[in-house]
């Protein structure tokens, strides 16, 4: 399947709990329904964020081909 630049698999939307959050270094750890996510941003975006607080992340998958053998 031949994609073109931005175009996205998978993509959708989940909702969930900040349980901890390091906004110098910019991780942040979601617990939805599906499982806890551990998520990387710039540090500026999490400069609102808290722990305690609900969020909607959205996330997509983009194929860039096999890695190939080393």
């Not at 969930?16 to 991780?27: A, C, L, N």
């Not at 999490?46 to 607080?53: C, F, M």
Request: hydrophobic share 30%; aromatic share 2%.
């Amino acid at each position: 399947m031949q994609m073109k630049d931005g175009d996205m698999m998978g993509k959708h939307t989940m909702e969930g709990e900040v349980t901890s959050i390091d906004s110098k270094k910019g991780w942040v750890r979601v617990k939805t329904g599906e499982g806890v996510l551990s998520l990387h941003f710039p540090p500026s975006a999490l400069q609102n964020v808290k722990k305690g607080d609900h969020v909607s992340v959205e996330l997509g998958l983009q194929d860039h081909g096999s890695a190939g053998k080393k």
